[in-house]
């Protein structure tokens, strides 16, 4: 198949940011978000998906972080899809249960094309480090409706808000990982009885 690679650049008044993902790496990353938690999860992702991932942030931190966290979900999504090349010869179809101690995560994903995200995640307190635990739903809403992926999201029991966001982060990406993976069965051709997505 062809190189999976793709390099999206977006400029706004409020963030400047450059994603370069390899879908066909090792799980190489270079994350430079502004905030120390959010590259921590974001490395963790690209670990986990097995994909190389170069982010380039600039955001408006001196307001908050939300523009930085969804801004970074949009571009990354939007690498991820234009890596994907009309969804051709893949598996499509991905899920990963994460544990990480007390809690337990569960993420289910289908690259169809038609995004929806399904949030079932709660948070024991309102941050984690210095972020909002409520811009990690942000964050993959953004991912999910700029990637073309359809995402199930549950923590299914959890009580430090640090393992409940790592674990979601981990699950997207193995879930991904799966979906992803070449499936000679397609023909290289998207897996849809539809034959596009």
């Known amino acids: 198949m062809a190189n ?27 994350i ?17 998906g097995g994909i190389d991932v170069e982010i380039e942030t600039k ?17 990354l999504g939007q690498a991820i899809k234009d890596a994907l090349d009309g969804f051709k010869g893949i598996r499509r179809f991905g899920s990963a249960y994460i544990p990480m101690d007390e809690t337990l995560t569960r993420c289910a994903l289908d690259l169809s094309n038609r995004p ?11 941050k984690v480090g210095d972020v ?10 953004a991912f999910a409706m700029n ?11 959890g009580d ?19 979906a992803i993976e070449h499936d000679p069965k397609t023909g290289g051709h998207a897996p849809s009885t539809k034959g596009v997505l």
């Open 116 to 126: 929806y995200l399904i949030w079932k995640v709660q948070f024991s307190r309102p």
């Open 147 to 157: 990637a073309g992926a359809c995402v199930h999201l549950e923590t299914l029991y």
């Open 160 to 178: 430090n808000s640090h393992h409940i966001a790592e674990s979601g982060f981990k699950a997207l990406a193995r879930a991904l990982r799966a």
């Open 32 to 48: 430079a978000t502004g905030i120390g938690f959010f590259d921590h999860m974001l490395e963790s992702f690209a670990r986990h």
């Open 4 to 30: 999976r690679t793709a390099e999206v650049v977006r400029n706004t008044k409020e963030t400047q940011i450059r994603v370069r993902v390899d879908l066909d790496g090792t799980g190489v990353s270079k």
């Open 132 to 141: 909002d635990t409520e811009l990690f739903k942000e964050f993959h809403h």
């Open 59 to 75: 955001g408006d931190l001196h307001i908050d972080m939300h523009h930085t966290i969804e801004d970074t979900g949009i571009v």
